[in-house]
């Protein structure tokens, strides 16, 4: 990109949920892209899906323009609609039940509030490449652990 704007793809992957979990990332800038990937041996996607775009995050520098593209829904309302709400209620969702990872959901707050994010959708496994690679990052991780 020559807008100065970081491309992240982010996705998480899990044999069994919960099982063995992975998290990858595709960061591309300036026609530059790092890869990132990592795994856990008990976990669930939901928290590998958080995991990734925390850990993309963490690995910008500071101030950061960041476009992130997600294939989990989760992690895209969670961030754009549900987490001012569940900051209201204490951590509680609307039926007042505790919001589950919320230790995630707290990190990833912290992670974003250093940067410019733009959150996006898009279908999983749907042939777009950033996804797909970190659909493949994810699963590397996965079998980081697994072996």
Same mark, same amino acid.
């Given at each position: 990109m020559t807008d100065g704007v970081v491309e992240v793809y982010a996705d998480g992957a899990c044999r069994g949920n919960p099982?063995? #979990?992975?998290? #990858?990332? !595709?960061? $591309?800038?300036?026609? =530059?892209?790092?890869e990132l990937h990592g795994g856990e041996p008990a976990t669930t996607n939901n928290r590998m899906e958080l995991t990734?775009?925390?850990? /993309?995050?963490? /690995?910008?520098?500071?101030?950061?323009?960041?476009?992130?593209? &997600? *294939?989990s829904q989760y992690v895209q309302k969670?961030? &754009?609609?549900? !987490?001012?709400?569940?900051k209201r209620r204490g951590w509680r &969702?609307? *039926?007042?039940?505790? $919001? =589950?990872?919320?230790?995630?959901?707290?990190?990833?707050?912290? /992670?974003?509030r250093g940067h410019q994010v733009e959150w996006h959708w898009v279908k999983g496994h749907a042939g777009h490449p950033g996804n797909e690679r970190a659909d493949a990052l994810a699963n590397l991780g996965v079998d980081s652990v697994r072996s």
């Open positions: 099982g063995p #979990g992975g998290w #990858g990332a !595709l960061l $591309v800038e300036g026609g =530059k892209e790092r990734a775009v925390i850990r /993309a995050l963490d /690995a910008l520098p500071r101030g950061s323009r960041v476009r992130l593209f &997600t *294939d969670g961030m &754009t609609e549900w !987490l001012a709400a569940w &969702t609307a *039926d007042r039940q505790p $919001v =589950k990872n919320e230790d995630l959901w707290r990190a990833l707050e912290e /992670a974003a």
